[in-house]
């Protein structure tokens, strides 16, 4: 199985504050993979698939990068509906997994 | 917009199945992957499986041989059997759709809470 390892696991910041989660994976794994926002009691969305693609509809000031084992989401300006809980998630191979989760609080 | 709803039994016995329904409304069943996903209290998502609207399967081996995914395309349904449960089992499972050649989910239903007791 791919093994995805988020950090931090957890962070406290500012509204206004660019917020970078970094999630590298046990294998290459190309451009597969998926972020997503999770806040309590509500189903995940979808931020960002193939890396760094934007899902339609979510704010440009979320953004992807990397490739390979090494991968970014970029929150470039947070805003206090940002406050959650961030997964990552890889496409390349059976196990679908997921990271351990990456919870942004406010400071 | 599509929606996703999960439904069945908040409570399972130890050793009995858990048995989930998920209800798709605002698009059609056909030309997707259909997942179930869980979450244990405090730790993170596990995908269980997906089902395509062929009918075909995939399942995470850790759970292959208790777990199933059936689908109903005339009730834009699809559902999920976990047999021999135990307190492992616990956790928020959510159904969500899942786009074809890239595997990421882009709908998700609220989860619904299965406790084994």
């Known amino acids: 199985d791919i093994q995805l390892t988020q950090s931090p696991s957890f962070l406290s910041a500012s509204v206004g504050d660019r917020v970078t989660i970094t999630c590298r994976a046990s294998h290459h794994i190309g451009i597969s993979l998926a972020w997503y926002q999770q806040k309590p009691g509500k189903a995940p969305k979808l931020l960002i698939y193939t890396a760094s693609t934007l899902q339609t509809g979510v704010p440009s000031r979320f953004s992807g990068s990397g490739s390979g084992t090494e991968f970014t989401l970029t929150i470039s300006s947070l805003q206090p509906e940002d406050f959650a809980t961030y997964n990552c998630q890889q496409l390349n191979s059976y196990p679908l997994t997921f990271g351990g989760g990456t919870k942004v609080e406010i400071k | 917009q599509v929606q996703l709803q999960e439904s069945g039994p908040g409570l399972v016995k130890p050793s009995e199945t858990l048995s989930l329904t998920c209800t798709v409304s605002?698009?059609?069943?056909?030309?997707?992957?259909w997942s179930w996903i869980r979450q244990p209290p405090g730790k993170g998502l596990e995908w269980l499986g997906y089902?395509?609207?062929?009918?075909?399967?995939t399942y995470n081996p850790s759970l292959q041989s208790r777990v199933s995914i059936s689908l109903s395309s005339s009730k834009n349904q699809f559902s999920l059997k976990l047999t021999s449960v135990t307190a492992a089992d616990t956790a928020l499972y959510y159904c969500?759709?899942?786009?074809?050649?890239?595997?990421?989910?882009?709908?998700w239903g609220q989860g619904t809470l299965a406790t084994v007791s």
């Open positions: 969500a759709r899942t786009v074809s050649g890239f595997y990421y989910f882009d709908y």
């Open positions: 605002g698009g059609s069943i056909s030309s997707y992957y």
């Open positions: 089902i395509y609207y062929t009918g075909s399967t």
